[in-house]
């Protein structure tokens, strides 16, 4: 595949099922070796979309493009560049890993002469040796997940597709299948749809929220939090007199918003958040502002949103302005 020609394309794609629009109209590009999460609440259009970028079922309308090749007209051709996991991955249970994935591999077309090579590689990269010779159904839900995992990648295909890799999964499983994405960064592009937020906020180069069928907000990370959340805000523990406070603050900045969150404790320190939408850390000049001043400081914080503040502040948002639509004549 060309460095210039996009790994997945998305074009004004649209799915109605009878009379419902289930993916309206959503657009996207991802380049080679990029991985990106996938996110949005149940029934949000995910699924459908995972589904039609696979060629498992068509569009209603709309292009997407797979390395250059158009799933609508050579939807056989799309499927030898990607490895699809879906979310309720149909393993054959009475099979034993290494029969199962040589059973693959000669569907994918891998030839004999490289294929028992090309197992052993991908049960070490799914650390899935102790278990190569296990029958399936006595696997744990998690080396099964690995199974499904090794299956998508099996062919090196330059695309995978996984949706929720990480359900059901224990802490210590869900830290195996972040490591083990995380290593096909840069080889192969990746899409990841998962409700596990700080998976995909430690995983992801880059996140697409989608909610009823829109996408609300994509990114990096980083710049989701600044769109959808704008401000920064600072945790201060405080004591001195709260009719100064103001003054001080607005001194340093017209645009820093506080509140407080109720009555002094034994020490005379009350809480107070602080809100601005400045990038800049001001932390070091909010402490030397208030000591020059008279305040006695305790604890200075800045808050990090995370991802999963972005989602419910992206998704609230859409089903507000939804709400705000409706509401019109």
Not at 35 to 52: H, Q, V, Y
Not at 64 to 93: H, T, W
Not at 238 to 253: C, F, M, N, R, Y
Not at 320 to 327: G, R
Request: contains cysteine; aromatic residues 4%.
């Amino acid at each position: 595949m060309s460095e210039s020609v996009p790994a997945i394309e998305v074009t004004q794609l649209v799915k109605s099922y009878a009379g419902v629009t289930a993916v309206n109209g959503i657009s996207f590009t991802l380049k080679r070796g990029e991985i990106l999460g996938f996110l949005g609440p149940n029934g949000a259009g995910k699924s459908t979309t995972m589904r039609i970028l696979t060629g498992y079922l068509p569009a209603t309308s709309g292009q997407v493009s797979i390395c250059g090749v158009p799933v609508a007209s050579q939807p056989d051709a799309v499927k030898r560049f990607i490895g699809y996991m879906p979310e309720n991955n149909p393993l054959p249970e009475d099979m034993r890993v290494s029969e199962y994935l040589y059973f693959r591999g000669r569907l994918k077309e891998i030839p004999r002469s490289k294929l028992g090579s090309r197992i052993d590689e991908v049960l070490e990269l799914c650390d899935l040796k102790r278990v190569r010779h296990k029958i399936i159904g006595k696997l744990s839900k998690g080396f099964r997940q690995r199974v499904g995992i090794a299956e998508a990648i099996l062919a090196e295909p330059p695309v995978i597709i996984m949706d929720e890799p990480t359900i059901g999964l224990d802490p210590h499983q869900i830290l195996i299948v972040r490591d083990l994405i995380a290593s096909l960064r840069g080889r192969m592009t990746v899409i990841i749809s998962s409700h596990i937020l700080p998976e995909i906020e430690m995983t992801c180069d880059r996140v697409l929220i989608i909610n009823q069928g829109r996408i609300v907000a994509q990114g990096t990370p980083a710049e989701l939090r600044r769109e959808v959340l704008g401000r920064s805000s600072y945790q201060v523990e405080l004591a001195g007199d709260p009719s100064k406070l103001d003054a001080v603050l607005t001194e340093l900045s017209a645009n820093l918003e506080i509140t407080d969150t109720g009555e002094p404790d034994l020490g005379g320190f009350r809480v107070y958040t602080l809100s601005t939408d400045h990038d800049d850390d001001l932390g070091e000049v909010l402490m030397k502002n208030l000591t020059r001043d008279g305040f006695r400081l305790r604890s200075l914080s800045r808050a990090h949103p995370t991802l999963e503040d972005v989602f419910l502040a992206a998704t609230r948002r859409s089903w507000d302005v939804k709400a705000e639509d409706l509401k019109k004549p």
